[in-house]
Structures are given as structure tokens and as C-alpha cells.
């Protein structure tokens, strides 16, 4: 069994994404503890509401929601009435028994998996605990129900196992979640948590038959252990599925496109070191993400919205690489970049990867014309070792 906990500033996060696959008819509503009807007669306002009660509370408290996954092992053997008073047992082991829970059971993969969405604010507007709540509560929550319900132990599984698991909760969460519209925007969004999906060198059998493999890679983009194949994940994340989510993600975007332009200039116009503006970025919640071809020149420079789950490219903004990567240095401010359309092409170009905080790292290698990477590295010793012979 396989716990893990997320938490959330804003309870619509985890509502929304449960609600929506049962939209689909991939998911139920099993049990809804401390909404005061039965769970047939609960729409997806009145279950926010619920939850807004408690949140209303209190202002003081960022942790509004609590979405924890409980996943079996395809070898497990359990029944779905134990299944869910075991999930029942968990909430009420970590401290949750009073408040208001929902669990859902997703059907969308080969193995069982549960949902709980929650709040860790109380009525009278005090909180739970959450400090290391994983290793206070919640493990030794597990390790005593995979006994009780005689289940393969987690500790007992390889480390390969658990990264698969990982992997598969990330991927998912971002294809369901997030508006992409290329292959390089969803890996922008994979790549702040160290994933890569690669759809193999052009030319390759992968590439040529629309294959698509996933890596982990380190800080510096390098690809780490053996990869997995699309088709090998449970929710089958592979090449055609991503695709058909290019175009309905591109018309979805465009409502949020003006708004996090403004927000992105703004940050530029005020920034006053390459510091500065990676710190302004990440309080407005905003990722950044660059992309190197083999020559250690840019090609492109994409943006994260995490608030409204938008990916885009410098170019649909408006702004120029060399607007961004001098925003630190500049003296005048950035003027207000005419905004463009976001209908891109959905080619996958080849790229390299570069390390999850590049504002600093990458920015400061290109203006001091020092790659990072070995490959780059020995280009460019090569090039210094031709230009000594010249000058000889």
C-alpha cells in the first residue's frame, strides 16, 4: 500500500480534480463523513461550501486542503467493503475522524486506488498538526493496517517500485490538470519535479512510431535510471493521449493568457537582479523553464502559471528572450509587449534540459558564455584549441 499526502491552498484544487473523473465516469463517491445527507443528494457546490464552513474560520492558516491518495498493489488481495473501512481506520489514526472527508474510488487504472479529500482547519478555526505528519502519523497508520489487512508492505517493495508510483501520481495530476499544448510545455511542467518524457532521437524506431519514454533526470537535466515506457504507467500517458489534449488546452488558455502576461511584465519592469526576479517568480507562483539546443544556444523560454495551470511560451507573451534573460541588468524598464496568439505548432523540437533553478544558473551561463554540460563544455575547449592553432 502506498500512501501519499498533497496539500493545498485552495480546497478547489482536490474537489475539482475528484469531481471531474466522476464527470467522466472513472471515479465515485463512495463516503461523505460529516456533510449531514446522504452522499446522492451532494452536488459539488454543497460539498465546497462544507468544507468553505471551516475554512472561513480562520484567516491566518495557508493550508486550506488536504487531498491524500491510498494506493493497493495489484497483488493485494482485498475486497472494495475493506478496502473502504480501511480507509475509514487511516483518517481516524491520523487525527482527521472529526472532520468533514469525502473518498472517492478512481477506476481508471488496473489497480485499486482511493481519494480522501479533506481540511486540516477545525470548526472553532484551530488547526490540525501537519508537521511531519508522514512519518508521525500517517506510517505507522500504514504499516498497522497492511498488517491488520494482511497487504504486501511497502517497506518491503523496491525503491524502483515506489519511483514508478511517484512518477505515475505526478504525470497523471499534470495531464488532467494542466493546459499544455505541446510536448515541450508538458515537460516544462514534469521537469519541476524531475521528469522527462522523451519521444526518442528523430530518426530512432520510438520516434518514427510515436513512442514516448519517461526519465528521471538530476538538477542539470540529466537523465537518471532505466526509463519507462508510456504504456507501462497506469493511467498509459503515452504520445496519442497527450496529443489530443493540444488543441481543446489551447482554446482553454487563452482566457488566462492577458492576465498572466500582465503579471509576468509586471515582475519584469520591477526586477533588479537575476536574484530578484527568480525570487518575484516564485512568489507569484510562477515557474520558468528554458530550453538549449546542442550548440548551448537558447531556444526557447516557457512560463508555469501553477495558479491557473497555464504553460506559455515567451513568444505568446509577447516577450523576447533577450526582454527576460536582461530583465536583472536593465536600465529602463520592460515596455508592454503586444500580446500573441497562443495557437502554436505542437512540433516537439530537440532540446536539452536545463537545472530546475536556471534564472540563476542558466542566465548566468549564458551571459558568461560558460555551458554547464560536459558535451557543451568540450564544443567549446575545442573551439578555443582551433582558434590557438590560428593564431600560431
Same mark, same amino acid.
Given at each position: 500500500?502506498?500512501?501519499?499526502?498533497?496539500?493545498?491552498?485552495?480546497?478547489?484544487? *482536490?474537489?475539482?480534480?475528484?469531481?471531474?473523473? $466522476?464527470?467522466?465516469? $472513472?471515479?465515485?463517491?463512495?463516503?461523505?463523513?460529516?456533510?449531514?445527507?446522504?452522499?446522492?443528494?451532494?452536488?459539488?457546490?454543497?460539498?465546497?461550501?462544507?468544507?468553505?464552513?471551516?475554512?472561513?474560520?480562520?484567516?491566518?492558516?495557508?493550508?486550506?486542503?488536504?487531498?491524500?491518495?491510498?494506493?493497493?498493489?495489484?497483488?493485494?488481495?482485498?475486497?472494495?467493503?475493506?478496502?473502504?473501512?480501511?480507509?475509514?481506520?487511516?483518517?481516524?489514526?491520523?487525527?482527521?475522524?472529526?472532520?468533514?472527508?469525502?473518498?472517492?474510488?478512481?477506476?481508471?487504472?488496473?489497480?485499486?486506488?482511493?481519494?480522501? $479529500?479533506?481540511?486540516?482547519?477545525? #470548526?472553532?478555526?484551530?488547526?490540525?498538526?501537519?508537521?511531519?505528519?508522514?512519518?508521525?502519523?500517517?506510517?505507522?497508520?500504514? #504499516?498497522?493496517?497492511?498488517?491488520?489487512?494482511?497487504?504486501?508492505?511497502?517497506?518491503?517493495?523496491?525503491?524502483?517500485?515506489?519511483?514508478?508510483?511517484?512518477?505515475?501520481?505526478?504525470?497523471?495530476?499534470?495531464?488532467?490538470?494542466?493546459?499544455?499544448?505541446?510536448?515541450?510545455?508538458?515537460?516544462?511542467?514534469?521537469?519541476?519535479?524531475?521528469?522527462?518524457?522523451?519521444?526518442?532521437?528523430?530518426?530512432?524506431?520510438?520516434?518514427?512510431?510515436?513512442?514516448? #519514454?519517461?526519465?528521471?533526470?538530476?538538477?542539470?537535466?540529466?537523465?537518471?535510471?532505466?526509463?519507462?515506457?508510456?504504456?507501462?504507467?497506469?493511467?498509459? *500517458?503515452?504520445?496519442?493521449?497527450?496529443?489530443?489534449?493540444?488543441?481543446?488546452?489551447?482554446?482553454?488558455?487563452?482566457?488566462?493568457?492577458?492576465?498572466?502576461?500582465?503579471?509576468?511584465?509586471?515582475?519584469?519592469?520591477?526586477?533588479?537582479?537575476? #536574484?530578484?526576479?527568480?525570487?518575484?517568480?516564485?512568489?507569484?507562483?510562477?515557474?520558468?523553464?528554458?530550453?538549449?539546443?546542442?550548440?548551448?544556444?537558447?531556444?526557447?523560454?516557457?512560463?508555469?502559471?501553477?495558479?491557473?495551470?497555464?504553460?506559455?511560451?515567451?513568444?505568446?507573451?509577447?516577450?523576447?528572450?533577450?526582454? $527576460?534573460?536582461?530583465?536583472?541588468?536593465?536600465?529602463?524598464?520592460?515596455?508592454?509587449?503586444?500580446?500573441?496568439?497562443?495557437?502554436?505548432?505542437?512540433?516537439?523540437?530537440?532540446?536539452?534540459?536545463?537545472?530546475?533553478?536556471?534564472?540563476?544558473?542558466?542566465?548566468?551561463?549564458?551571459?558568461?558564455?560558460?555551458?554547464?554540460?560536459?558535451?557543451?563544455?568540450?564544443?567549446?575547449?575545442?573551439?578555443?584549441?582551433?582558434?590557438?592553432?590560428?593564431?600560431?
Amino acid at each position: 500500500m502506498v500512501i501519499k499526502i498533497t496539500s493545498s491552498k485552495r480546497m478547489n484544487d *482536490p474537489l475539482n480534480y475528484n469531481e471531474k473523473k $466522476v464527470s467522466e465516469g $472513472v471515479a465515485q463517491l463512495i463516503m461523505a463523513s460529516g456533510f449531514g445527507c446522504d452522499i446522492e443528494n451532494l452536488n459539488t457546490s454543497q460539498k465546497l461550501q462544507r468544507f468553505q464552513h471551516n475554512i472561513s474560520q480562520t484567516q491566518k492558516i495557508r493550508t486550506k486542503a488536504l487531498h491524500i491518495f491510498i494506493s493497493f498493489l495489484p497483488e493485494d488481495k482485498i475486497s472494495h467493503d475493506s478496502m473502504h473501512e480501511l480507509a475509514r481506520k487511516y483518517i481516524d489514526r491520523i487525527g482527521f475522524a472529526e472532520q468533514p472527508y469525502l473518498i472517492y474510488q478512481h477506476n481508471d487504472t488496473h489497480h485499486p486506488h482511493l481519494h480522501i $479529500v479533506t481540511t486540516p482547519i477545525k #470548526q472553532d478555526g484551530t488547526t490540525i498538526n501537519l508537521h511531519n505528519i508522514g512519518s508521525r502519523l500517517s506510517n505507522p497508520a500504514r #504499516q498497522a493496517l497492511e498488517t491488520e489487512y494482511h497487504l504486501i508492505k511497502a517497506n518491503g517493495r523496491s525503491q524502483e517500485t515506489e519511483a514508478h508510483a511517484s512518477m505515475n501520481t505526478i504525470i497523471s495530476n499534470t495531464i488532467d490538470n494542466y493546459k499544455f499544448t505541446s510536448l515541450v510545455e508538458f515537460n516544462a511542467i514534469l521537469r519541476e519535479h524531475g521528469i522527462i518524457a522523451d519521444p526518442g532521437k528523430p530518426g530512432s524506431f520510438m520516434h518514427k512510431h510515436g513512442g514516448l #519514454q519517461y526519465f528521471r533526470v538530476d538538477d542539470k537535466g540529466r537523465k537518471t535510471g532505466k526509463p519507462i515506457k508510456s504504456s507501462k504507467f497506469l493511467g498509459k *500517458p503515452t504520445l496519442a493521449r497527450i496529443t489530443r489534449k493540444f488543441q481543446p488546452n489551447s482554446f482553454a488558455k487563452n482566457a488566462y493568457q492577458k492576465k498572466v502576461q500582465e503579471k509576468i511584465v509586471n515582475i519584469l519592469q520591477h526586477t533588479q537582479s537575476l #536574484q530578484a526576479l527568480n525570487q518575484q517568480l516564485k512568489n507569484a507562483n510562477i515557474g520558468c523553464y528554458i530550453e538549449y539546443n546542442r550548440q548551448a544556444e537558447i531556444t526557447d523560454i516557457s512560463f508555469i502559471d501553477h495558479r491557473s495551470k497555464t504553460v506559455y511560451h515567451s513568444t505568446e507573451l509577447g516577450l523576447t528572450t533577450d526582454q $527576460v534573460i536582461h530583465a536583472g541588468q536593465q536600465r529602463s524598464p520592460v515596455s508592454k509587449p503586444t500580446i500573441a496568439s497562443s495557437n502554436r505548432s505542437y512540433e516537439y523540437p530537440v532540446s536539452l534540459y536545463s537545472t530546475k533553478d536556471f534564472l540563476i544558473n542558466q542566465f548566468a551561463l549564458l551571459l558568461t558564455s560558460q555551458p554547464q554540460s560536459e558535451g557543451m563544455a568540450g564544443d567549446t575547449n575545442q573551439k578555443k584549441k582551433k582558434k590557438k592553432k590560428l593564431n600560431r
